[in-house]
Protein backbone atom coordinates (compact mmCIF):
# COMPACT_ATOMS: atom_id res chain seq x y z
CA UNK A 1 0.00 0.00 0.00
CA UNK A 2 0.99 3.72 -0.74
CA UNK A 3 1.87 5.37 2.37
CA UNK A 4 1.78 9.02 2.61
CA UNK A 5 4.04 11.59 4.78
CA UNK A 6 3.84 15.29 5.83
CA UNK A 7 5.90 17.59 7.01
CA UNK A 8 5.88 19.56 8.76
CA UNK A 9 3.17 18.05 11.81
CA UNK A 10 2.71 21.74 13.30
CA UNK A 11 4.02 25.06 12.00
CA UNK A 12 2.93 28.40 13.90
CA UNK A 13 3.40 31.54 11.41
CA UNK A 14 2.05 35.13 11.41
CA UNK A 15 -0.87 36.73 9.15
CA UNK A 16 0.68 37.62 5.90
CA UNK A 17 3.21 35.01 5.68
CA UNK A 18 3.91 32.90 2.79
CA UNK A 19 3.20 29.19 4.20
CA UNK A 20 4.53 25.69 2.67
CA UNK A 21 3.10 22.01 3.15
CA UNK A 22 4.86 18.95 1.96
CA UNK A 23 3.39 15.73 1.19
CA UNK A 24 5.33 12.35 0.19
CA UNK A 25 4.11 9.29 -1.33
CA UNK A 26 6.08 6.08 -0.88
CA UNK A 27 5.70 5.54 -4.38
CA UNK A 28 5.10 7.00 -7.36
CA UNK A 29 1.40 8.46 -7.65
CA UNK A 30 1.56 10.62 -10.91
CA UNK A 31 -0.25 13.84 -10.21
CA UNK A 32 -3.38 11.63 -8.50
CA UNK A 33 -2.99 14.28 -4.98
CA UNK A 34 -6.09 16.00 -3.20
CA UNK A 35 -4.98 18.50 -0.84
CA UNK A 36 -8.05 19.45 2.33
CA UNK A 37 -8.49 21.82 4.92
CA UNK A 38 -10.27 21.18 7.86
CA UNK A 39 -11.00 24.07 10.58
CA UNK A 40 -11.19 23.32 14.35
CA UNK A 41 -14.80 21.53 14.90
CA UNK A 42 -15.79 21.33 11.38
CA UNK A 43 -15.71 18.99 8.41
CA UNK A 44 -13.23 18.37 5.48
CA UNK A 45 -13.48 20.74 3.06
CA UNK A 46 -11.49 20.11 -0.65
CA UNK A 47 -9.13 22.42 -1.54
CA UNK A 48 -6.77 21.37 -4.75
CA UNK A 49 -7.57 18.39 -6.29
CA UNK A 50 -5.03 16.86 -9.28
CA UNK A 51 -2.47 17.84 -7.17
CA UNK A 52 -2.32 21.53 -8.43
CA UNK A 53 -5.91 22.06 -9.99
CA UNK A 54 -7.98 24.67 -7.36
CA UNK A 55 -11.58 23.44 -6.57
CA UNK A 56 -14.41 26.22 -7.59
CA UNK A 57 -14.33 28.80 -4.35
CA UNK A 58 -11.46 28.32 -3.06
CA UNK A 59 -9.86 31.18 -2.07
CA UNK A 60 -6.44 31.90 -5.19
CA UNK A 61 -4.00 32.59 -2.06
CA UNK A 62 -4.12 28.27 -2.43
CA UNK A 63 -2.25 26.70 -4.48
CA UNK A 64 -0.62 23.01 -5.04
CA UNK A 65 2.64 21.66 -7.18
CA UNK A 66 4.39 18.41 -7.15
CA UNK A 67 4.02 15.17 -9.12
CA UNK A 68 5.61 11.53 -8.54
CA UNK A 69 6.33 11.39 -4.98
CA UNK A 70 6.37 14.82 -3.66
CA UNK A 71 4.48 17.47 -3.43
CA UNK A 72 3.49 20.85 -1.75
CA UNK A 73 0.48 22.84 -0.74
CA UNK A 74 1.43 26.75 -0.53
CA UNK A 75 -0.62 30.00 0.85
CA UNK A 76 0.98 32.74 -0.37
CA UNK A 77 -0.31 35.24 2.14
CA UNK A 78 -1.79 33.40 5.25
CA UNK A 79 -4.91 34.87 7.03
CA UNK A 80 -6.89 34.12 10.30
CA UNK A 81 -9.23 31.78 8.55
CA UNK A 82 -6.33 29.89 7.18
CA UNK A 83 -5.84 28.68 10.86
CA UNK A 84 -6.52 24.91 9.99
CA UNK A 85 -5.72 21.21 9.98
CA UNK A 86 -4.31 20.13 6.25
CA UNK A 87 -4.13 16.93 4.43
CA UNK A 88 -2.94 15.35 1.37
CA UNK A 89 -4.43 12.41 0.06
CA UNK A 90 -3.65 10.08 -2.84
CA UNK A 91 -5.64 8.13 -5.09
CA UNK A 92 -3.55 6.47 -7.51
CA UNK A 93 -4.20 2.90 -5.85
CA UNK A 94 -6.53 2.25 -3.19
CA UNK A 95 -6.81 5.73 -1.43
CA UNK A 96 -4.80 7.00 1.81
CA UNK A 97 -4.31 10.29 3.73
CA UNK A 98 -1.26 11.62 5.30
CA UNK A 99 -1.18 12.73 8.79
CA UNK A 100 -1.71 15.78 8.52
CA UNK A 101 -0.24 19.61 9.31
CA UNK A 102 -1.70 21.95 11.45
CA UNK A 103 -1.67 25.62 10.87
CA UNK A 104 -1.62 27.91 14.19
CA UNK A 105 -1.59 32.12 13.51
CA UNK A 106 1.10 33.64 15.71
CA UNK B 1 -28.12 21.79 -4.68
CA UNK B 2 -25.64 18.32 -4.17
CA UNK B 3 -26.23 16.93 -0.58
CA UNK B 4 -25.02 13.84 0.82
CA UNK B 5 -26.65 12.56 4.02
CA UNK B 6 -25.34 10.29 6.34
CA UNK B 7 -27.63 8.17 8.74
CA UNK B 8 -27.25 5.02 11.03
CA UNK B 9 -24.32 6.26 13.44
CA UNK B 10 -25.43 5.06 16.89
CA UNK B 11 -23.72 3.52 20.40
CA UNK B 12 -22.71 -0.14 19.90
CA UNK B 13 -21.17 -3.01 21.66
CA UNK B 14 -18.05 -4.35 20.46
CA UNK B 15 -18.82 -7.40 18.50
CA UNK B 16 -21.77 -5.61 17.53
CA UNK B 17 -22.80 -4.53 13.75
CA UNK B 18 -24.34 -1.06 12.06
CA UNK B 19 -25.20 -0.48 8.61
CA UNK B 20 -24.30 3.43 7.88
CA UNK B 21 -26.49 5.22 4.58
CA UNK B 22 -25.44 7.95 2.74
CA UNK B 23 -28.17 9.65 0.63
CA UNK B 24 -27.68 11.76 -1.76
CA UNK B 25 -29.28 14.84 -4.14
CA UNK B 26 -28.23 17.00 -6.59
CA UNK B 27 -26.16 14.99 -8.98
CA UNK B 28 -26.35 12.19 -11.08
CA UNK B 29 -25.77 9.57 -8.47
CA UNK B 30 -24.90 6.45 -10.74
CA UNK B 31 -21.71 8.21 -12.51
CA UNK B 32 -19.43 8.72 -9.42
CA UNK B 33 -17.25 7.12 -7.22
CA UNK B 34 -18.19 7.07 -3.47
CA UNK B 35 -15.83 6.56 -0.52
CA UNK B 36 -16.13 6.06 3.13
CA UNK B 37 -14.10 7.85 5.19
CA UNK B 38 -13.67 8.05 9.03
CA UNK B 39 -12.03 10.24 11.82
CA UNK B 40 -11.95 9.14 15.47
CA UNK B 41 -11.68 11.52 18.12
CA UNK B 42 -9.21 13.74 18.30
CA UNK B 43 -7.23 11.70 15.04
CA UNK B 44 -6.79 12.50 11.42
CA UNK B 45 -8.57 11.47 8.39
CA UNK B 46 -8.54 7.26 7.71
CA UNK B 47 -9.77 6.38 4.33
CA UNK B 48 -12.02 3.17 5.25
CA UNK B 49 -13.69 2.27 1.71
CA UNK B 50 -14.58 3.06 -1.95
CA UNK B 51 -17.03 2.09 -4.55
CA UNK B 52 -17.12 2.28 -8.30
CA UNK B 53 -19.84 4.22 -10.05
CA UNK B 54 -21.06 1.18 -11.05
CA UNK B 55 -20.44 -1.19 -7.86
CA UNK B 56 -18.50 -3.56 -9.21
CA UNK B 57 -15.47 -3.24 -7.78
CA UNK B 58 -14.91 -2.20 -4.43
CA UNK B 59 -11.52 -1.86 -2.33
CA UNK B 60 -10.83 -1.94 1.72
CA UNK B 61 -8.40 -0.30 4.27
CA UNK B 62 -6.58 -3.06 5.78
CA UNK B 63 -8.08 -2.00 8.72
CA UNK B 64 -11.94 -2.92 8.07
CA UNK B 65 -11.47 -5.84 5.37
CA UNK B 66 -13.40 -8.63 6.51
CA UNK B 67 -15.58 -6.84 8.48
CA UNK B 68 -17.18 -3.70 6.61
CA UNK B 69 -18.75 -4.02 3.44
CA UNK B 70 -19.11 -1.09 1.00
CA UNK B 71 -22.27 -1.31 -1.38
CA UNK B 72 -25.11 1.59 -3.20
CA UNK B 73 -28.32 1.39 -4.97
CA UNK B 74 -27.91 3.60 -7.86
CA UNK B 75 -31.83 3.86 -8.00
CA UNK B 76 -32.38 5.38 -4.41
CA UNK B 77 -29.40 7.39 -4.82
CA UNK B 78 -27.41 5.89 -1.87
CA UNK B 79 -24.15 4.14 -0.34
CA UNK B 80 -24.48 2.14 2.55
CA UNK B 81 -21.88 0.47 5.06
CA UNK B 82 -22.30 -2.77 6.43
CA UNK B 83 -19.92 -2.93 9.55
CA UNK B 84 -19.42 -6.53 11.40
CA UNK B 85 -17.80 -7.47 14.31
CA UNK B 86 -17.15 -3.88 15.35
CA UNK B 87 -14.03 -3.21 17.87
CA UNK B 88 -12.88 -0.08 19.81
CA UNK B 89 -11.23 1.48 17.57
CA UNK B 90 -13.63 1.70 14.95
CA UNK B 91 -15.37 4.59 17.21
CA UNK B 92 -15.23 7.43 14.98
CA UNK B 93 -17.46 10.05 12.56
CA UNK B 94 -17.90 8.00 9.63
CA UNK B 95 -17.83 10.64 6.63
CA UNK B 96 -19.40 9.54 2.73
CA UNK B 97 -17.72 11.64 0.45
CA UNK B 98 -17.18 11.92 -3.52
CA UNK B 99 -14.11 10.67 -4.79
CA UNK B 100 -11.35 13.31 -5.88
CA UNK B 101 -11.74 11.48 -9.23
CA UNK B 102 -14.63 13.64 -9.83
CA UNK B 103 -12.51 16.60 -9.70
CA UNK B 104 -14.03 20.09 -9.05
CA UNK B 105 -17.08 18.61 -8.19
CA UNK B 106 -16.34 16.98 -5.18
CA UNK B 107 -18.68 16.50 -2.18
CA UNK B 108 -18.26 15.34 1.65
CA UNK B 109 -21.24 14.71 3.86
CA UNK B 110 -21.42 16.08 7.58
CA UNK B 111 -20.64 12.53 8.57
CA UNK B 112 -22.55 9.94 11.02
CA UNK B 113 -20.64 8.97 14.74
CA UNK B 114 -20.55 5.31 15.57
CA UNK B 115 -19.41 4.42 19.15
CA UNK B 116 -18.13 1.42 20.06
CA UNK B 117 -18.12 0.35 23.69
CA UNK B 118 -19.59 -1.67 26.54
Known amino acids: DIQMTQSPSTLSASVGDRVTITCRAS??????LAWYQQSPGKDPKVLIY???SLRSGVPPRFSGSGSGTEFTLTISSLQPDDSATYYC????????FGPGTKVEIK | EVQLVESGGSLVQPGGSLRLSCATS????????MNWVRQAPGKGLEWVSV????????YYADSVRGRFTISRDNSKNTLHLQMNSLRAEDTAIYYC???????????WGQGTLVTVSS
Open chain 1, 27 to 32: QSIGTW
Open chain 2, 26 to 33: GFTFSNYV
Open chain 2, 51 to 58: ISASGDTT
Open chain 1, 50 to 52: KAS
Open chain 2, 97 to 107: AQDPTSGDFMY
Open chain 1, 89 to 96: QQYDAYRA
